[in-house]
């Protein structure tokens, strides 16, 4: 079948503004909308660029904007969305060409919830123990990869970049939650700041864009009100 | 073209499991800096799913020794058994550091580390399956990537994300830098180091249908193999029995450890036929010949009789959702079918490379088959052959090479650095990679000539002739295949033309490696008479020790390879017949 694909285009190199392209693809219902921007950048178009690597979901490279929502490129398929697309970048961080965008500041507020584990404990020469439901207790937001589908479905992000989004607080809860470690008093510390899970207006529209089924909005929920039980 | 100069002590190339446990071991040591294509945490090691095999005896007794035996019999017998037994005793430490630094695996009712059966790991050398793979569901490389990550953020590592090195510079058979092209602006890179080591990880993108990542490309081994430095045992490449169908996306072996079982288009279940005692956890090799097997003789599903199914009906809701969430989500994202409820359409996969860059055990780099070993230059993870996998991987035993031999390349670093006196690069050493690309920049377009289009023609030439089951006359037909594809090849255009973000530019200079890869790979399949491991030549369908149990080592010339040999180190496990 003929799909139609709009994609937002833009150069840095000759284009003042990003403009809309139009393609048509053929496509079989089960091809994945990865695979219709390779048949355009392969032998149609070189120079259309997008992020990609494994290509079913797991590395989180092709976040991109399919027909208003966030979703990964490579996980979802024609069918789906049928044949009419409208693609654009992920919305609130700068676009560098067509579809990239800056992950710089995305990664930057990630890295500042200390998203590594906390524990000064010489642990010995075997595993520490945790019971399967201490392990459970942060077993949602261990699936995030940072493919930055909710900080930038964030109504609250697209208006105030100095929010952390909820990558971040998904990856402090993961830490947070993990009764192995003991560094939660400094991030909820950082957390508790006017650019910090407060911010969070629960639109909800990070858990419907998660493309890992996260809830990530419990998830902040939870970071909210550990920040307080913690006060 | 902006050229930009760098001074470090080491250079890691790969963000992938092997190239960040090798900065967390060298990082405290030195100035160092990894490089790397894509943002860290997208690299391969995240796909991977099932386990890490350790004999940590939580489950059941066990003994690292035994993991060496199945790791050794897996092997074919090509495995060099000092290596496997660093690999398999080291395991143990590898995983408890893992968990100390976070890592969330699955857990036992008693709080310990959760164990998993896999294919061909048995306890007390083949008496029954053994619970030995420490996995986190079946997300495992995933937890290990964002582990070693984490651990690197609170290092305050130095990351060059989104660099793609593309030539190394070695001068007087001693490294003196790598080359890099930074991918948002154009710019070339020179980093001046005396010491690199390559986790580029593998290079599936050879085959058509393949577990791999669009990024894997050879990379690493590719910018040595065209210095002169030979790949070790490239004929041996690993077909995973279960891919889904027609995508070649992974479904873990874990689904099997599992209790999932095969069953051809009869519902039968064939492996009892092919290894009556451990059945459907037979290691790869032996499940995806036994499959193609049944594929041609009439026993495949569907209306192209192409597949056979992957049942877990019998293993209940629950422990799939607990066990098995991910690739079960696969099925029903790709597929459309309810694996709780239906068998899953499956075909064999390419999905890793037993060979590549020659290491010794401390990751150092080889530059012949007598074992020279060349300064300055280590590898490890897929990207490198020690030889711990021989001819077929064991599963669960990659995610344990990453860790205990990147950390081992991450040692030799500091050993050499520590030793060695800061060198200097001239400024011309990006002369080579600056006339590349200019050549594809100003080369005008045609679409006869596209990256894409010899890309395919080679995935599925290769496909075709060098895939599971092979022979001298279709191995001799794909070299003729790789001569045309290399002539055009030296045409090769690109219809970009820009400096942001092209990455057209750099797929033209990828497809060179893969090239290169397949090119090393036929000619080594074609000398080796032999059936061993994952290389089936069903013109010599018998093992041959006494004309093979060597190392095959694959250097340049021109459109193939000249071949040289290595004897296989043995130790204390005699070659056998491998049966299951």
Known sequence: MDVSIKILRYDPESDRKGHWENYIVDAEPEERILDLLHKIKWFEDGSLSFRKSCAHGVCGSDAMVINGENMLACQVLV?????????????????????????????????????????????GDRERLQSPEDRDRFEDTTKCILCAACTTSCPVFWTAESYVGPAAI??????????????????LEILKDVNGAFRCRTAFNCTSACPRGIQVTKAIEDIKRETLLNN | MKVIKHSFDGVIVGAGGAGLRAAIEAAPHMKLAVITKLYPTRSHTGAAQGGMSAALANVEEDNWNWHAFDTVKGSDYLADQPAVDILCKEAIDAVIELEHWGLPFSRLDNGKIAQRRFGGHTVKEGTSPAFRACYAADRTGHMILQTLYQKCVSMGVTFFDEFQVLDIKIEDGICQGVVAYELATGDIHIFETRAVTFATGGFGKIFKVSSNAHSLTGDGPGILYQKGIPLEDMEFYQFHPTGIYRLGILLSEAARGEGGILRNKDGERFMERYAPSIKDLAPRDMVSRAIATEISSGNGAGPDSDYVYLDLTHLGAETIKKKLPDITDFVRTYVKIEPIEEPIPVQPTAHYAMGGIPTDVNSRVLSDEKGTVLPGVYAAGEAACVSVHGANRLGTNSLLDIVVFGKRAGQSMVDYVTQTKPNQLSDNASNDLTKKITNLIEKEHTNE??????????QDS???????????ETLEKQTEILEELRERYENVTIYDKGKVHNSELVEAIELDYLLDMSEATVSSALARNESRGAHSRQDYPHRDDTNFMKHSFAFKNDNSANLKYRDVELGKYEPMERKY
């Open chain 1, 79 to 123: 069918k789906e969305v049928g044949n009419s697309l409208k693609i654009e970048p992920i919305r609130g961080l700068p676009v560098v060409k067509d579809l990239i965008v800056d992950m710089e500041p995305f990664f930057d507020s990630y890295k500042k919830v200390m998203p590594y584990l906390i524990n000064e404990k010489e642990p």
């Open chain 1, 170 to 187: 998904v990856n402090a809860h993961r830490f947070v939650f993990d009764s192995r470690d003991e560094g939660s008093k400094q991030r």
């Open chain 2, 449 to 458: 000539f596209s990256v894409a289009k010899i890309r395919k023609d080679l």
């Open chain 2, 462 to 472: 290769m496909e075709e002739n060098a895939k599971i089951f092979r022979t001298k």
